[in-house]
Every structure is written in C-alpha cells, then in structure tokens.
Nanobody, 126 residues
C-alpha cells in the first residue's frame, strides 16, 4: 500500500514536501514514481527513482525545482517542490513497480504499475 501526504494550498514561489509512505513491502526492488494529473489534462510522470542504484529522473518542467529522495529506514519517498507555479497545480500520485524502472517506461505503462496511492492535491494559487 502507498499513502501520499503533504499536499495543500501554496502561493506561487512557495514550497511543499510530499511524502509517499509504503506499507507491506520495501523499496529495495522497486522503482518509485511521482505522477500528477491536472483538471482536464492527462496524467504525466513528474519524477522517478530507484533505491538500488540511486537513479533519479525528472520531467523537464520541474528540473531544478523538484527533488525526489528515498528514506529507506522510514519506507518513505519524498518529493521536495520549490518555486511552485500555478501550472504545478494537480493531484499528485506515487506509484511503485518492479518491472518498469525509468520515468519514461513507468509513464508509458502507468496502467500496469504494481501499486498506486490515492493521491494528494497540490494547489498553487495566490
């Protein structure tokens, strides 16, 4: 099971840290991705990471602003978000998978990923 938290309302330029807590498994053999879906738009992959080799990857529009990290002791993946823009407004989901292990493959095969959380809403507005 994956449970996201940390969403909320923030002003443009502000920061949030999202958490994705796992239960029932550990991240050792998984890739973990953060996805988002804005109203009226398709879901897109934002970032992904692998505990096994420290791989990280980011959507171009969030590079330099978002950072993904794993705290294996807490079985939690974080997405630090800075310099938030109204365009970042969306429901953010985390997902984990043992087969698809890059942001590109997790995104293109998102309907087949092993685990999904229920999402947390991020609203960037003044």
């Amino acid at each position: 099971q994956l449970v996201e938290s940390g969403g909320g309302l923030v002003q443009p330029g502000g920061s949030l840290r999202l958490s994705c807590a796992a239960s029932g498994f550990t991240f050792d053999d998984y890739a973990i991705g953060w996805f988002r879906q804005a109203p009226g738009k398709e879901r897109e992959g934002v970032s992904a990471t692998r505990y096994s080799d420290g791989y990280t990857y980011y959507l171009d529009s969030v590079k330099g602003r978002f950072t993904i990290s794993i705290d294996n002791a807490k079985n939690t993946v974080y997405l630090e978000m800075h310099s938030l823009e109204p365009e970042d407004t969306a429901v953010y989901y985390c997902a984990a998978d043992r087969t698809y292990d890059t942001l590109r493959t997790m995104t293109s095969h998102s309907r087949y990923l092993d685990l999904w959380g229920r999402g947390t809403l991020v609203t960037v507005s003044s």
